[in-house]
């Protein structure tokens, strides 16, 4: 197979993108319109009411973004023009069958598509229960039953997680998730009864007549207590797992590539280094910690490995690999990230955001720079709990006291130190399961791909997937660091 000519594969196909407001997909989007203006057409699915909504969503969410300058400049006058006859923007939703379109959408794109790449989801930890499954799992249905209908279609792209193997450690290989199986093996997975159980749950709360707050809260609980039950840790991996489960089921001959990335994060490269958007689980501590509102110390294992992938390495990985496997009646799954060949760890990266964030210091609300400490990285989990519940009582008492003695310069120290206390709790809870990880990524079969198109003439400087190329310290000191700071502060 030859993938000299990757560019010229792109041309004249019809590509429906699923997500098409995500992260993701927004980088996926700006790459194949840069490297290939010779695309058929691009339909991205938006979330909206009808063809008016979702154009103003593309307009705003994606085109009008930073992404697209790279793009904006080579067009100059014409980049409107360009783009209105590249992509059409779709209004539906994959949590309906035939992805909420019209019959008459359905039809022309039924006959128009060639490729269908899925990279909707909810990617919320502790997402609703009715939201997540209805996005994560049953959304993928939905995509495999309609790209079956597709008339020429030759490849359906979906992008999972590699988060789906839950808290499992050790080495976790590119397998696939047989229907109904579970982490624990305590019971089987029936995903048609886990739907009725969410229907039924949110139905008996609305005719209780609770307020939104408290139903949002319980189908919450709900998602946790069913992902919990068969051995995985949030709603937002349990879902996904079983999102790919369904697509292995109901694909039949549909070539399928499912995509396991980790965790995805600013650009390195392309179309420049360091856009990013949407704060993600490794940023949102970072954030915290920048701008001095995390206490002296944290809970996490400093050895462990934090798997990151910039997202244009992890796009030109989707890029190659549908190169790679159109026409082809095969399930294919690529773990895409950097823990197996070019490993980053906790310690390391505390001590990038450290020197980061001494050299820059955030500047608040008063115009003064933030100064932050190194703190206390504590290895076990129960100790923080007892910190915290120590410093929670102390900090509870002298407020008490101070309150009624009237200082409130002390009144104001304590609660900013209270609140620090509330966020460190709130991000151990959402992030628990991630902060003593102890697997490794196996990418065998992307490096299989990597070494094949390497062979085959792929243009490296274009579709570099290798995340040996990656050095981290460049990469968070001159890239991402300031990336987040310009894009998330």
């Known amino acids: 197979m030859d993938f000299a000519n990757i560019n010229e594969f792109i041309a004249n196909k019809t590509i429906l993108v699923t997500g098409a407001t995500g992260f993701i997909a927004k980088v996926l989007v700006e790459k194949l319109l840069r490297i290939q203006p010779n695309v058929n057409k691009l339909y991205l699915l938006v979330r909206a009411r009808d063809a008016q909504a979702a154009d103003v969503r593309l307009q705003h969410e994606v085109l009008g973004k930073d992404l697209f300058k790279v793009l904006r400049r080579k067009w100059g006058t014409n980049f409107e023009s360009f783009v209105s006859e590249k992509i059409t923007a779709v209004a539906g939703d994959i949590s309906y069958e035939n992805l909420g379109l019209t019959v008459d959408q359905m039809k022309q794109i039924y006959k128009d598509i060639d490729v269908v790449i899925n990279v909707a989801a909810t990617i919320k930890f502790d997402e609703r229960y009715d939201v997540a499954l209805g996005v994560n799992t049953l959304g993928a249905k939905n995509v495999v039953n309609f790209a079956k209908n597709c008339a020429k279609i030759q490849l359906l792209i979906h992008v999972s997680t590699a988060y789906v193997c839950g808290e499992k450690a050790g080495l976790i290989s590119e397998s696939p998730y047989a229907m109904g199986s579970t982490l624990n093996g305590a019971i089987d997975l029936d995903i048609d009864c886990e739907k009725k159980l969410s229907e039924h749950t949110l139905s008996d709360l609305k005719a209780k007549d609770l307020p939104d707050k408290t139903i949002r809260q319980m189908m919450?609980?709900?998602?946790?207590?069913?992902?919990?039950?068969?051995?995985?840790?949030?709603?937002?991996?349990?879902?996904?797992?079983?999102?790919?489960?369904?697509?292995?089921?109901?694909?039949?001959?549909?070539?399928?590539?499912i995509m396991r990335p980790t965790i995805v994060c600013s650009t390195i490269k392309e179309p420049f280094p360091g856009w990013v958007e949407g704060v993600r689980t490794i940023d949102s501590v970072a954030v915290t910690y920048a701008k001095g509102h995390l206490p002296s110390f944290f809970p996490v294992c400093r050895y462990s490995v934090f798997d990151l992938i910039p997202a244009d390495i992890f796009v030109n990985s989707m890029i190659v690999a549908m190169k790679a496997h159109v026409?082809?009646?095969?399930?294919?799954?690529?773990q895409v990230g950097s823990s197996y060949r070019n490993p980053v760890t906790f310690?390391?990266?505390?001590?990038?955001?450290?020197?980061?964030?001494?050299?820059?210091?955030?500047?608040?609300?008063?115009?003064?720079?933030?100064?932050?400490?190194?703190?206390?990285?504590?290895?076990?989990?129960l100790?923080?709990?007892?910190?915290?519940?120590?410093?929670?009582?102390?900090?509870?008492?002298?407020?008490?006291?101070v309150t009624r003695m009237g200082c409130s310069k002390f009144q104001c120290i304590l609660y900013n130190l209270d609140k620090k206390l509330q966020i460190a709790r709130k991000l151990v809870d959402l992030y628990k399961p991630y902060l003593f990880f102890k697997a490794i990524f196996v990418d065998t079969n992307t490096q299989r791909l990597m070494e094949t198109a390497r062979e085959n003439g792929l243009d490296e400087d274009v579709f570099n997937f290798d995340?040996?190329?990656?050095?981290?310290?460049?990469?968070?000191?001159?890239v991402h660091l300031p990336a987040i700071v310009k894009y998330l502060f």
């Open 383 to 401: 100790i923080f709990e007892v910190i915290l519940f120590m410093f929670h009582v102390v900090v509870k008492m002298m407020l008490m006291f």
């Open 327 to 334: 026409n082809q009646p095969s399930l294919t799954i690529y």
């Open 220 to 257: 919450k609980d709900l998602g946790n207590q069913r992902a919990k039950l068969y051995g995985w840790p949030n709603t937002y991996s349990f879902t996904k797992a079983m999102g790919e489960m369904v697509i292995g089921q109901l694909r039949g001959n549909l070539p399928v590539v």
């Open 467 to 478: 995340p040996l190329s990656i050095n981290w310290k460049d990469y968070f000191y001159n």
């Open 347 to 381: 310690e390391e990266l505390h001590d990038f955001h450290f020197r980061y964030f001494t050299k820059n210091p955030w500047t608040n609300r008063q115009g003064f720079p933030v100064k932050i400490g190194k703190g206390l990285v504590l290895s076990n989990i």
